[in-house]
């Protein structure tokens, strides 16, 4: 019999605590999992999944202008929001309890409460202590707030995702993932969308093309990208709030959400009682395996700050699980990881963009594609979809996929597992498309952009 209440005891029930505390009782072992909120975290409760119905929501405003096009008549209707927050929630509540269900029947037992570590085999849970031979922290990241004065006015994604009301105008500072998918749900639902940013583009990151094509559409969508900007004060009026920028111009808005970022949530945890190490960044420091500096202590997803995706975080999760209890000692491949940005419309990428294929490999070739989708030919929209393949001469193989519009996340999850098979361009190009479909672009690009580098 162990000398431990577990054999395993995970910290955070969210994406990948919960896998790897599935996967750990499945294979028969004695497994906790503490969790501070409701089970499911942030991609299921404050991330992906709302996000996403949110957006789903926000497209319709275009759909029903783009229908007339095919003959359709005027749809006047205007989003209630209360009532999709409503549906909304009571989904994530559906999703919850799934989630539980899932670690229930599999045996795990949910303790409630944040767990604080104690040592190296100790966790505390709202004042009762547990032992564990292993522990995971998988309590993922939180939203950062720079310190700006008045910067209690504003919001993260947390709160816009139950917004009591639709903001008439709102203000969105930050300039990545979620600045640039919460401006085109606003947007879509009506409100008057600013997106203050202080580079001088949005998604820094992200192929430089893809950025100024996915700027120039959101501008077409009414969104006014404010670059080289920064907020120097917030202040609440009567029945408004003010920004002060970096310049002294002022702009009144009925919200003002911060997306500028997260952290790894690691306040409270006693990793410096147990001797667990952090980065300059503050992320826990792990090995290849996922080992923190105590060795019976582990840590997955959003808290190492790795690469934060939920995918990546499942990941981790079956592979420490392997690496611990199984027989399998694979690590996660993070190359070519396909992800895509759902903003309007939507990005998908996988593998390399320019400049660091450039950096890399030196010449490249590289291939484009911009199109009005056959769609549009009839809504009339003015919008274009953008398509980029980059090609390391020596070897023929694809090395990196771009793309905007629409259906970009659903082509991108193909195009990566060409990418993880190390595909060739002579393979795509061997390969017949399907047609009609944006998608069969990726197999018909055969002029390379002449070299301008
Ligand atoms: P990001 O790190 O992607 O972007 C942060 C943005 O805020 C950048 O534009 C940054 O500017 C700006 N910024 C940072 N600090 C300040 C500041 N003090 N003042 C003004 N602007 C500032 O963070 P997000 O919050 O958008 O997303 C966090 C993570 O969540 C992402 O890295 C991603 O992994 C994950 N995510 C993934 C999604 C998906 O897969 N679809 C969706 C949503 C989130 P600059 O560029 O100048 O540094």
Same mark, same amino acid.
């Given at each position: 019999?162990?000398?431990?209440?577990?054999?395993?005891?995970?910290?955070?029930?969210?994406?990948?605590?919960?896998?790897?505390?599935?996967?750990?009782?499945? &294979?028969?072992?004695?497994?906790?999992?503490?969790?501070?909120?409701?089970?499911?975290? =942030?991609?299921?409760?404050?991330?992906?999944? @709302?996000?996403?119905?949110?957006?789903?929501?926000?497209?319709?405003?275009?759909? %029903?202008?783009?229908?007339?096009? %095919?003959?359709?008549?005027?749809?006047? /209707?205007?989003?209630?929001? @209360?009532?999709? #927050?409503? +549906?909304?929630?009571?989904?994530?509540?559906?999703?919850?309890?799934?989630?539980?269900?899932?670690?229930?029947?599999? *045996?795990?037992? =949910?303790?409630?409460?944040? *767990?604080?570590?104690?040592?190296?085999?100790?966790?505390?849970?709202?004042?009762?202590?547990? =032992?564990?031979? &292993?522990?995971?922290?998988?309590?993922?990241?939180?939203?950062?707030?720079?310190?700006? @004065?008045?910067?209690?006015?504003?919001? +993260?994604?947390?709160?816009?995702?139950?917004? @009591?009301?639709?903001?008439?105008?709102?203000? #969105?500072?930050?300039?990545?993932?979620?600045?640039?998918?919460?401006?085109?749900?606003?947007?879509?639902? !009506?409100?008057?969308?600013?997106?203050?940013?202080?580079?001088?583009?949005?998604?820094?990151?992200?192929?430089?093309?893809?950025?100024?094509?996915?700027?120039?559409?959101?501008?077409?969508?009414? $969104?006014?990208?404010?670059?080289?900007?920064?907020?120097?004060?917030?202040?609440?009026?009567?029945?408004?709030?003010?920004?002060?920028?970096?310049?002294?111009?002022?702009?009144?808005?009925?919200?003002?959400?911060?997306?500028?970022?997260?952290?790894?949530?690691?306040?409270?945890?006693?990793?410096?009682?147990?001797?667990?190490? $952090?980065?300059?960044?503050?992320?826990?420091?792990?090995?290849?395996?996922?080992?923190? /500096?105590?060795?019976?202590?582990?840590?997955? !997803?959003?808290?190492?700050?790795?690469?934060?995706?939920?995918?990546?975080?499942?990941?981790?999760?079956?592979?420490?699980?392997?690496?611990?209890?199984?027989?399998?000692?694979?690590?996660?491949?993070?190359?070519? #990881?396909?992800?895509?940005? %759902?903003?309007?419309?939507?990005? *998908?990428?996988?593998?390399?963009?320019?400049?660091?294929?450039?950096?890399?490999? !030196? &010449?490249?070739?590289?291939?484009? /594609?911009?199109? &009005?989708?056959?769609?549009?030919?009839?809504?009339?929209?003015?919008?274009?979809?953008?398509?980029?393949?980059?090609?390391?001469?020596?070897?023929?193989?694809?090395?990196?996929?771009?793309?905007? *519009?629409?259906?970009?996340?659903?082509?991108?999850?193909? $195009?990566? #597992?060409?990418?993880?098979?190390?595909?060739?361009?002579?393979?795509?190009?061997?390969?017949?498309?399907?047609?009609?479909?944006?998608?069969?672009?990726?197999?018909?690009?055969?002029?390379?952009?002449?070299?301008?580098?």
């Amino acid at each position: 019999m162990s000398q431990y209440d577990y054999d395993l005891l995970t910290i955070g029930a969210g994406s990948g605590g919960v896998r790897a505390s599935r996967m750990a009782a499945q &294979k028969g072992k004695r497994v906790a999992v503490c969790e501070e909120d409701r089970v499911g975290g =942030t991609c299921v409760l404050r991330g992906c999944v @709302p996000k996403k119905l949110l957006v789903y929501a926000s497209e319709y405003s275009s759909a %029903f202008e783009d229908s007339q096009g %095919f003959g359709w008549s005027a749809v006047n /209707s205007k989003i209630d929001w @209360p009532q999709l #927050i409503d +549906t909304k929630n009571r989904e994530l509540t559906r999703l919850n309890g799934i989630y539980n269900n899932i670690l229930s029947s599999n *045996g795990v037992e =949910t303790i409630e409460g944040r *767990g604080t570590l104690i040592d190296e085999h100790t966790v505390e849970v709202a004042g009762k202590r547990y =032992t564990a031979e &292993k522990i995971i922290i998988a309590v993922g990241g939180w939203p950062t707030l720079p310190d700006v @004065p008045g910067i209690e006015h504003a919001i +993260t994604s947390n709160e816009a995702l139950d917004l @009591p009301e639709l903001p008439r105008r709102i203000v #969105i500072v930050g300039g990545g993932y979620i600045a640039v998918e919460f401006a085109g749900i606003f947007a879509g639902m !009506g409100s008057e969308v600013t997106e203050i940013i202080r580079a001088d583009r949005i998604l820094r990151g992200f192929d430089d093309d893809l950025r100024s094509e996915l700027e120039r559409e959101m501008t077409k969508r009414g $969104i006014n990208i404010m670059g080289s900007t920064t907020v120097q004060c917030i202040t609440k009026k009567d029945n408004h709030y003010e920004i002060v920028l970096g310049d002294g111009e002022t702009i009144e808005t009925d919200a003002i959400m911060y997306a500028t970022g997260r952290k790894p949530k690691i306040n409270g945890l006693g990793l410096e009682q147990a001797g667990v190490e $952090i980065s300059d960044k503050g992320a826990i420091k792990v090995d290849d395996n996922y080992k923190t /500096s105590v060795d019976s202590i582990y840590a997955i !997803g959003d808290v190492t700050d790795r690469v934060c995706l939920t995918p990546v975080a499942l990941a981790e999760g079956m592979a420490l699980v392997e690496h611990l209890f199984g027989a399998d000692n694979k690590a996660v491949d993070y190359d070519n #990881i396909a992800s895509a940005v %759902f903003s309007q419309p939507p990005l *998908g990428v996988v593998g390399l963009t320019e400049a660091q294929a450039r950096e890399r490999y !030196g &010449k490249i070739d590289v291939y484009t /594609s911009g199109f &009005k989708a056959m769609k549009h030919t009839l809504s009339g929209r003015d919008e274009r979809t953008f398509m980029k393949l980059i090609v390391e001469p020596e070897s023929d193989k694809v090395i990196g996929a771009h793309m905007m *519009g629409p259906d970009a996340a659903e082509i991108m999850q193909g $195009i990566g #597992i060409a990418m993880k098979c190390g595909a060739t361009k002579a393979q795509f190009d061997a390969t017949i498309g399907i047609h009609p479909s944006a998608a069969e672009e990726f197999v018909t690009m055969r002029e390379k952009r002449p070299d301008t580098e």
